[in-house]
């Protein structure tokens, strides 16, 4: 096996910008292993990038068909991306275990505050909209929410790994330069990594944010933390374009290398399994 994988992609059934064949063509082209395609799973409001309810079957066809048109080029694996919404919507639903899917992705991308819903994953100016709209301007008192969601999610389950496990990090650190290196910050990150150490999860490194940003999701300056922790990962590109199936990967695992990772995780036969990382 290789290190040519990725677990995080959306095509445009969701928010990706092009159809799921392309982004296999893609894959099998720079020679992958394995590839997984992971729309955004719907949820029960409107938005502009969540897949509609109406063509989730569909979804689920078109990617068993690409498997096995594919099949002796690469192992192509059928995911979802799940919105953690609280206990009335989340990966662990019976409606999302018993669909037929190969891997669950969990992430949050909504905090709930009263009856709404509210998206954080925004350009930097909405999300400072909502600082003040709905947290008072407490930036703090919104990254803290965000963690305590994150693992509620975790506690509750149902996916295969955590989807950018700290990416509000960039949108704070927008709206508060210097926010993550605060004394409380690194506190509830390190809270954060032990209960996911404690609950074994497997998370993402997720390289969207790599070439526009130098960002990692997590940040690299938790690599040492998860590796500490024996924290199994999984390295994803978080894919919209068909020529970004493999962005950042190779920077990650070199730095993956750096922190003393020995391996990844892959998808091998329908199983995840520990995979050598190989000289970079």
């Given at each position: 096996?290789?290190?040519?994988?990725?677990?995080?992609?959306?095509?445009?059934?969701?928010?990706g910008?092009?159809?799921?064949?392309?982004?296999v063509?893609?894959?099998?082209?720079?020679?992958?292993?394995?590839?997984?395609?992971?729309?955004?799973?719907?949820?029960?409001?409107?938005?502009?990038?969540?897949?509609?309810?109406?063509?989730?079957?569909?979804?689920?066809?078109?990617?068993?068909?690409?498997?096995?048109?594919?099949?002796?080029d690469?192992?192509?694996?059928c995911g979802?991306?799940?919105?953690?919404?609280?206990?009335?919507?989340?990966?662990?639903?019976?409606?999302?275990?018993?669909?037929?899917?190969?891997y669950?992705?969990?992430?949050?991308?909504?905090?709930?505050?009263?009856?709404?819903?509210?998206?954080?994953?925004?350009?930097?100016?909405?999300?400072?909209?909502?600082?003040?709209?709905?947290?008072?301007g407490d930036?703090?008192?919104?990254?803290?929410?965000?963690?305590?969601?994150?693992?509620?999610?975790?506690?509750?389950g149902?996916?295969?790994?955590?989807?950018?496990?700290?990416?509000?990090?960039?949108n704070?650190?927008?709206?508060?330069?210097?926010?993550?290196?605060?004394?409380?910050?690194?506190?509830?990150?390190?809270?954060?990594?032990?209960?996911?150490?404690?609950?074994?999860?497997?998370?993402?490194?997720?390289?969207?944010?790599?070439?526009?940003?130098?960002?990692?999701?997590?940040?690299?300056?938790?690599?040492?933390?998860?590796?500490?922790?024996?924290?199994?990962?999984?390295v994803?590109?978080?894919?919209?374009?068909?020529?970004?199936?493999?962005?950042?990967?190779?920077?990650?695992?070199?730095?993956?290398?750096?922190?003393?990772?020995?391996?990844?995780?892959?998808?091998?036969?329908?199983k995840?399994?520990?995979?050598?990382?190989?000289?970079?």
């Amino acid at each position: 096996m290789n290190n040519r994988t990725n677990y995080h992609t959306h095509s445009s059934y969701c928010d990706g910008a092009a159809p799921i064949e392309d982004f296999v063509k893609e894959a099998v082209r720079q020679g992958f292993s394995s590839y997984g395609v992971s729309s955004h799973a719907p949820v029960p409001f409107d938005t502009c990038w969540n897949m509609k309810q109406e063509n989730l079957s569909a979804y689920v066809d078109e990617v068993y068909a690409i498997k096995k048109k594919y099949q002796p080029d690469i192992e192509v694996y059928c995911g979802l991306e799940i919105d953690y919404l609280g206990p009335e919507y989340n990966p662990a639903l019976p409606f999302f275990q018993e669909l037929p899917l190969d891997y669950r992705i969990g992430s949050v991308h909504f905090l709930k505050v009263g009856d709404k819903y509210i998206d954080i994953d925004t350009e930097p100016e909405q999300f400072k909209e909502t600082v003040f709209r709905y947290f008072g301007g407490d930036i703090r008192k919104l990254v803290e929410f965000y963690f305590e969601t994150m693992m509620r999610m975790i506690d509750t389950g149902g996916f295969d790994f955590v989807g950018h496990a700290d990416k509000v990090s960039m949108n704070a650190s927008s709206f508060l330069p210097g926010i993550t290196q605060e004394p409380w910050y690194k506190k509830r990150v390190r809270e954060y990594f032990e209960f996911i150490a404690q609950k074994k999860c497997m998370i993402e490194i997720n390289t969207k944010a790599w070439q526009s940003k130098r960002l990692f999701f997590p940040n690299r300056e938790h690599f040492g933390l998860i590796r500490t922790l024996q924290i199994p990962v999984v390295v994803n590109a978080d894919t919209h374009f068909p020529a970004l199936v493999n962005d950042g990967r190779f920077d990650a695992l070199k730095e993956m290398l750096v922190e003393g990772f020995t391996h990844v995780r892959q998808l091998s036969k329908g199983k995840w399994i520990d995979v050598e990382i190989a000289p970079l």
